[in-house]
């Protein structure tokens, strides 16, 4: 019977925001790859059973000899990912062997350990989590037109961040439910909501940033990881 805890890492995305020739996954911070600094903080993780590393199909020898250099023996396999984020994830958490999955993307390399632990225990009790962070800012609703038709109560607005964490097997039902629906969601948050199931807000931090302009990349050098 499976248990436990494995990690989806997802690193397949070029990332043309950031406006390089490399992918953002693989430009260096503090001397080692994004996607190094990203693993090796789930690699450090006493509780975690694996992970596996989703990257474009070109990147899969360059990754998995990091994984060798670097000493990350928790990455159980390095694959190549699809077409769009949802099918990569697809690919990874059918490589899986435990009972529960965290799904983490590769260019969010400032994760803390305190905050993993805070989405796995909201998972643990609530059935499935979401990292995230109340939005700062008003936020409002645009048409078309540029202009504006509404404005959200800011107090009900969360932006979502990663790690997401699930049971295995509902993570899988929604995605080939979604398959065979055609659905596409922003996250996987979105396809267990496709399905009826409910998922929790686990809170994180502001400084989680999602790296994907050469602004994040500046915030990323200043904070040395």
């Known amino acids: 019977m499976k248990s436990g805890f494995g990690a989806v890492i997802v690193a397949a995305g070029k990332g043309s925001r950031m406006g390089t020739r490399e992918s953002k996954q693989f430009l260096q911070i503090g001397g080692k790859p994004i996607v190094v600094q990203t693993m090796d903080i789930f690699n450090r993780l006493s509780w975690l059973n694996e992970i596996v590393l989703v990257t474009g199909r070109d990147d899969v020898d360059r ?50 350990h305190e905050e993993i632990v805070t989405c796995r225990e909201t998972a643990i009790r609530e059935g499935a989590a979401v990292l995230g962070v109340p939005v700062k800012d008003t936020v409002k609703q645009v048409n078309g037109q540029g202009l504006i038709t509404g404005t959200p109560d800011r ?61 994040d990349l500046e915030y990323a050098a200043f904070f040395k990881i």
């Open 63 to 112: 990754c998995r000899e990091w994984v060798r250099d670097y000493g990350l023996d928790k990455v159980s396999t390095v694959i190549p990912g699809g077409r769009e984020r949802q099918e990569s994830v697809y690919l990874g958490i059918k490589q899986m062997n435990t009972e529960w999955v965290m799904i983490h993307d590769g260019v969010r390399p400032f994760v803390t």
């Open 155 to 215: 107090q009900s607005l969360w932006a979502v961040q990663t790690p997401q964490a699930f049971r295995l097997s509902d993570l899988l039902n929604a995605h080939e439910t979604a398959l065979r629906d055609g659905f596409q969601g922003t996250d996987d948050a979105m396809l267990l909501e496709h399905i009826g199931l409910p998922v929790a807000m686990a809170e994180g931090k502001y400084s989680n940033i999602k790296i994907t302009t050469p602004e």
